[in-house]
Structure formats: structure tokens, C-alpha cells
């Protein structure tokens, strides 16, 4: 991260956010455009005053694991759904477990034979400890141009945008082409009622769309400077390997040179010497073109080296010094846990070692295990995978997604271009995918990269920049559901 001052940036935001798996931790910009417009909500316009309401009223109902309950939070947008007229045979709450409720709604369109857009957000939040905050983390807080509280950014945002888009179409006659669903689940950061994967599970055909939009994108800005409007459309699918080597063992005191803890730790070493091949798919060869024309200097040029067919040895080398751009442009395996031994004077008997791997998508993870097997050479050091894997495809880059995208980001915010990404850590889209269901990870909602505070202290959300995500995805929402003539 030395190069220069822009794409460290860059870099910083989208590995923030691809790390918690949350990754709309749109959080937002410094002092220098907030002493402004106090009576910003004053101003407000009725759908704006709507959308604000519903974020208050998300944001103060606990939703945590611990102590928190989903179906609360579910039954209260049911609740604005049903008072706005939308049938009750269209919003349902669907609980596999108390305090573990899902929303499902459907606004329904004029074309039943065509497949739904799903509108997908989790309402559940990471924990959130008052004493490490300076304001309650569940009182709605509106101070100095910023909206403060658990999951202003992660990712209640968009529940809420999604529930008062949806109320604002029905208000103004909207009529779509097609159904839109609007979900709102559980257990997307901790908990063992994942709503996402319930909800495939056992109502596939309440949440079954021709592709979804979710969190796990979103913009970047600095300093009130909007860079990008990020979208997410792939993951790299997890698959951790245990290395483990046995050894008669013996006592310490007649030491040998066949020992299991060596055996292992060379076969740790020649992992880490190992580099999988680069390998880009349409997500990332976009990822890199685009992130060319924002960057300079060298990186610009080792992102268009990278692109070049074989690509540049010396832009590998270069991008590869990075681990946010080195991860995206080959798979990875890493050590990260050791156990060994089992008394100081004994030689050990048994020495294992957790891999864990970060597989491009597509790439089969059995020729990753063989691969680990060959770099190890070592027949003593048997190498199995922890877990099934669970791959999930790249969703495609189609003109209908990607240029409604395009076109509106355009239209908002001209001159920022739109760039594909792949996370290395997953979100709920990881279930739909695997599920055939296509997910964008996309909300224009821009969050400032040095201030990301999703799963941290005083989440907060730029107020004008959550209008503007209320604008995005309600331009966006209109045109996905539209039939192709009007
Ligand atoms: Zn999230």
C-alpha cells in the first residue's frame, strides 16, 4: 500500500468491506461538508421524511443475537406495508425460530410468467456494546448531517430504503412488469437461522427471482468526492484443508531427524512459497480495466499489464504486493492454525495445521487439493478438506443489469464509473447464487473509505448520502421491474 494516494484508498474501502461479509459499511465523509444543513430533515420530501422514519424505527429495535429480536423488527415493516395497502396474503413474516422472523412482501406486477426481482437486506445487527459508545448504539441520533446507530450502514439502510421504495411505488400507481419482492432476514452475521438459507429451503418460491440486488456493494467517496459505485457480482468460495502428519514419537532425549512437526512445518513453508496461477474472470478483468482509469503511475499500468493476454509478469509482481488486489487476482491458501506435540520431552506424535483457501470461482477445489498435495510432496502430510465447499458462480455482467446500473449511476453522478467487484469473504448472495439466483451487490449508497464504521463504534450513515441511495434504488427498482418497451 505505498503507490499513491488514491488507489490506497480505493483499496482500503473495498477490503473493509469485503471483510465483514457486510460490506455496504457505507459509512461516511469527514467534518468538511457536515457543519451544514441542520434542518436537513425540515427539508426532507415525503418519501425522503418516509424513509427516514423507517430507518429510526429499524435502528431501535435490538435485532442482535444475544438479546435482539428479527421478528419485531419484520412484523413492524410488515406492519407499514400492510397500512400502506399492500395485501396480507403478500407480507408475510416467516420465523424458523422465535426472535428469529424473516419479511417476505411482494408487490405484484402485471406479468406473472415473468420471474421477480428480489430486494434482499438483512436486518439483523452485529452486537453492539453501549460502553464502548459515545451514543446509544439503539437510539436513532441525527447530528451534524450524519444518521448514527447499529446498522445505519450494515445494513438496515437499505431494509429500510427497500420498505419505503416499495410504499412510495404503490403511492404513486406504480404498476411493474414483473413481481418485485422485497425480503428482509435474520441471521446474516451471526446465529444459526441464516433467513436466507432457510428461506430457500423451505419457501423457495416466496423469495425465487430471475436475480437478486443485496448489500456487499455500494459507493466510494472521499472528502465528499464521490470515486466509484461499486458492484458486487462474485465471491470466492471458502475451503479450509487440515494438513496432518503422525509420527511413532519417541523421547525427547534421543531425538531423530523424522519428526512430525518438521514434516509439517516444510510443508507450511512450501505453501507459502507457492502462488497459484492469476486467473481473471469477467468480474475482475472489468474490476481491473476500471479501476485503471481512476488510478496512475504504475498501478494504472500493472492493472492494465494484468489485462494483457498473457498478462505481464512484471504487473503480477506488482499488483501481487498488495493483498487486496493479489486476492483478487489468484486463488489463495494460508496457514493459520497450528496444533502439535503432546508433552515437552516427547517427540511429537501428531502435528496438524489449518489451510484455509480462498478459491476463485469456477476453479474446481479438487484440483486445488491436488495442488496442495504436489507443492507438499510429502506423502506423510495428508491434506483433507475441513468442510464441503460451498462454490457459488459469478453472477453474469449482463447489459440489463450493468447498464440500468450504468445508466443511472450517470445520471446521478456523472463521470463515476461503475466497477464489478469480487469478494473474498461472503454475504447472504453466496445461498442465492448456489440457488441458480444471480445477486448484484449494488445500492449507490457512497460511503466515505476513511470512515467506515459497520460492525464498529458510532455507526453512521451520510444523511445526504442515504437519500441518495434512496434515489438509486428507486430509479433502479423501477427500471429492473419496467417491461422492455416503456
Ligand atoms: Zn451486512
Redesign the pocket.
Known sequence: MRKNTRPALLTVLLSALVL?????EEATVAPVMTPAEPSVSTELQPHQQLAREILKELVEIDTTDASGDNTAAAQAMADRLLAAGFPAEDVQVLAPAERKGNLVARYRGRNAGRKPLLLLA?IDVVAADPADWTLDPFTFVEQEGYYYGRGTT??KDEAAIHIANLIRLKEEGFQPDRDIIVALTAD??TGNHNGVKWLLEEHRELIDAEYALN?GGGGSMQDGVHISNNVQASEKVYQTFILETTNPGGHSSLPVKDNAIYDLAEAIVRIRNHAFPVSLNEVTSLFFERSAALEEGELAAAMRGVLQSPPDPSAIAFLADTPYYNSRLRTTCVATRLDAGHADNALPQRARATINCRVLPGESIAAVHNTLETVIGNDRVSVTPAAPAKPSPPSPLTDEMLGAIESITNDMWPGVPVIPTMSTGA?DGLYLRIAGIPVYGVSGLFGDIDDVR?HGQNERIRIESYFEGQEFLYQLTKTLSRSDQN
Not at 20 to 24: E, K, M, Q, V, Y
Open positions: 465483514s461479509g457486510c460490506s455496504n438483512h450494515d445494513d446474516e452475521e448489500e454475504t459497520a
